[in-house]
T-cell receptor, first 116, second 118 residues
Framework: AQSVTQPDIHITVSEGASLELRCNYS??????LFWYVQSPGQGLQLLLK??????LVQGIKGFEAEFKRSQSSFNLRKPSVHWSDAAEYFC??????????????FGKGTKLSVIP | EAGVTQFPSHSVIEKGQTVTLRCDPI?????LYWYRRVMGKEIKFLLH????????ESGMPNNRFLAERTGGTYSTLKVQPAELEDSGVYFC????????????????FGPGTRLTVL
């Protein structure tokens, strides 16, 4: 069965500093990988996804992630954090369930706090 | 275009009562998913509808949970009778079915319903 590990429950960074959120997955086939963000009172918003091809994927809001098959990792990065990035971040792996659809298996999430 | 909406945003009930959660997907999305996050745990898949049919309900915890999607539009998730361990945030998501040969389409999530069972 697939699983996702986000080892950091809570991270605090200073505004303007770089950010890396870790994600490791376990999945038997080629994984479909996602990063979502949830701001308070909002639904989960997709930041980026990896299905195949270039292992460095660009997303919205200046985020990027790199797929490393040898390490079973899909870490999220941002070169300079803004105060508005404070939110909870979820890594997920999608398992295909037929008819063009899939279910997501999520990690426990990482809460990001940004200090001025 | 309106996003996925869920109602209510928050529900507080007593153990043994019944609660019904509603999800309105994005118009035209055939796929509708329910997920749940119990406090301190991961967001977990509950079930998946394709139009009005249940494609996968492997994540439903037990028979106290009943999901419906009559007419293939909005969906309801009923918990009857509610237990303390049912407390959590229930998310709904929807997606389009990709065209032939296309890759997976994004799941768009609603804001969730926070259920508290006392």
């Amino acid at each position: 069965a697939q699983s996702v590990t986000q080892p950091d429950i809570h991270i605090t960074v200073s505004e303007g500093a770089s950010l890396e959120l870790r994600c490791n997955y376990s999945y038997g086939a080629t994984p479909y990988l996602f990063w979502y963000v949830q701001s308070p009172g909002q639904g989960l918003q997709l930041l980026l996804k990896y299905f195949s091809g270039d292992t460095l994927v660009q997303g919205i809001k200046g985020f990027e992630a790199e797929f490393k098959r040898s390490q079973s990792s899909f870490n999220l990065r941002k070169p300079s954090v803004h105060w508005s990035d404070a939110a909870e971040y979820f890594c997920a792996v999608g398992s295909y369930s037929g008819a063009g659809s899939y279910q997501l298996t999520f990690g426990k999430g990482t809460k990001l706090s940004v200090i001025p | 275009e309106a996003g996925v909406t869920q109602f209510p945003s928050h529900s507080v009930i007593e153990k043994g009562q019944t609660v019904t959660l509603r999800c309105d997907p994005i118009s035209g999305h055939d796929n509708l998913y329910w997920y749940r996050r119990v406090m301190g745990k991961e967001i977990k898949f509950l079930l998946h509808f394709v139009k009005e049919s249940k494609q996968d309900e492997s994540g439903m915890p037990n028979n106290r949970f009943l999901a419906e999607r009559t007419g293939g539009t909005y969906s309801t998730l009923k918990v009857q009778p509610a237990e303390l361990e049912d407390s959590g945030v229930y998310f709904c998501a929807s997606s389009q079915t990709p065209l032939a040969g296309g890759l997976l389409n994004e799941q768009f999530f609603g804001p969730g319903t926070r259920l508290t069972v006392l």
